[in-house]
C-alpha cells in the first residue's frame, strides 16, 4: 500500500504540465521501458555531434563563399593591381571572373537560412536533452524516495 500511496502522491503534487512534457517527450522518442530511456542520452549525445558538424560545414560554406565574392568584386575594382591579384587568386581557386556575383549572392543567402536551421535544430536537441536530464532526475529522486520509504516500512 505504501508504494502505491506514494506514486499517486508524486503524481498529485507533479505539476501537470511538466508530467504531460515528460510523457509527449518518451512517446516522441518512441521510449517504452527504462533500457530505451537510459540510450536516449546517447543518442542525444550521438545527435548534438552530428549537428554540430553540419553546424560547421555551414559555416566554412558561408566563408568560402563570402571569400571568393570578396575577391570577384576585387576582380572589378579600378585598381589594376587589386584586380590583378584578385584574378590571380581567382584562378587559384578555379573560380572564373566572370561567374555571376549575384547567384553567389543568393546562395550565401540560401547558406545562411540553412545555417540558421542547423541552429535551431541544435537548441532543440538540446533543449530535449535538459528535459531528458530533468525526467532522470525527477526519476531517480523518485526512487531514491521509494527505497526510503521502504527501508522505513520494513523498520
Known sequence: FSQFYTKIDFLENFATEPFLSALNFLSDNQVTNGEQFELLASKFDDMIAEIKSQLVTAEDKIIQLNL?????????????????????????????????????EKQAEALVIEKNIIEDKLSEVINDLRLYENIKHTSDKERENDTVRNNEVKR
Open 68 to 104: 571568393v565574392l570578396k575577391t570577384l568584386s576585387g576582380a572589378s575594382s579600378d585598381d589594376e593591381i587589386t584586380k590583378s591579384k584578385a584574378k590571380e587568386k581567382l584562378q587559384q581557386m578555379n573560380i572564373d571572373p566572370d561567374t555571376s556575383v549575384d547567384l553567389l
